[in-house]
């Protein structure tokens, strides 16, 4: 039924079918975590050992709705991210990160949903075989995540500041001590987070801030004596971000006019600046002063 589906000629038939088959991969994902791995008595491959949902989805890649391939790349992002079938994993990653350039892609909504893929399946690097497979994929990710950075999109940049951030979660885990990710492209993604602090977008902007706190606390496997400008600027932001959304929400400051939608990011941007914060000032190397001016301020404009 499902597979049929897939390829019924009405697009409406072909997303609810997708939409099925990612409700499906969700719950076997749930499964997993609860279990630590899939019910052997479950049938969840063909002859030709492929889950069904990857033989389905990738197809539906190349369909010609937009929300189609947007919802097929989502759900092979969650696949992917639980899924540690080596000849599937690499051929839909390649899919996927074709669908974030815009030369390959002309729809910003799939776009966004293949950086987004990305992120997610990031969070399973650390079941590739050896360092020398890990090191490849994330090189690879961190070239293709900061080549879409450039995309005149809102919503794409947000998702692959999601990326970048889940890249530096899944880096942070591994057993390796020795950074996986060279130093370069660290540099590249810490200047890619800076810079999009300061985007126009304030969904970009949230993202950021959320992987500002990660992207740095991996900061000590690269000696956080090497960045010190960014390491200072990207802390002080946060800092600032902090007590612009406080005094925005204070209710000892109604002349401050915003939008009800711009108040909520702004309270939705200090809350993820608290939770940065907190990995930042973790952080081997982190400067005690900052510390002290976030407090000090934080209680200054709390009790205004």
């Known amino acids: 039924i499902i597979s049929s589906g897939g390829n019924d000629g009405d697009k409406k038939v072909r997303l609810n079918t997708v939409t099925l088959v990612e409700y499906w991969i969700r719950g076997q994902k749930e499964t997993s975590s609860k279990h630590s791995q899939l019910n052997a008595n479950n049938d969840t491959t063909t002859g030709d050992g492929d889950t069904p949902s990857s033989s389905l989805l990738l197809p539906l890649l190349e369909d010609d709705d937009a929300a189609v391939r947007a919802s097929s790349i989502t759900a092979l992002g969650l696949l992917l991210s639980n899924d540690n079938d080596m000849q ?112 126009k977008d304030d969904k970009v902007v949230t993202n950021a801030i959320r992987t500002a706190g990660h992207i740095i606390h991996i900061l000590p496997s690269y000696s956080h004596h090497s960045h010190p400008l960014l390491f ?30 711009r108040r909520s990011s702004l309270k939705k941007q200090a809350y993820g600046s608290c939770l940065s ?28």
């Open 232 to 261: 200072d600027t990207i802390t002080r932001h946060m800092i600032k971000v902090l007590i612009t959304a406080l005094l925005a929400s204070s209710p000892s400051s109604p002349n401050i006019k915003m939008s009800w939608k």
């Open 88 to 199: 599937v994993r690499s051929t839909a990653v390649e899919r996927i990160f074709t669908r974030c350039s815009i030369r390959n892609e002309g729809v910003a909504m799939v776009r966004s949903a293949a950086c987004k893929a990305v992120g997610e399946f990031c969070s399973n690097i650390g079941s590739y075989r050896s360092d020398a497979e890990r090191k490849v994929m994330v090189e690879r990710v961190a070239c293709v995540i900061l080549r879409a950075m450039e995309d005149v999109h809102g919503g794409v940049r947000s998702m692959v500041q999601f990326a970048i951030g889940n890249l530096a979660i899944a880096l942070k885990q591994g057993d390796n001590p020795n950074p996986i990710l060279s130093m370069h492209s660290y540099n590249r993604l810490l200047e890619s987070c800076r810079r999009a602090l300061d985007d």
């Open 277 to 304: 914060l907190i990995f930042i000032f973790k952080t081997s190397g982190c400067d005690a002063r900052h510390i002290c001016c976030c407090c000090l301020k934080v209680k200054d404009t709390m009790t205004a």
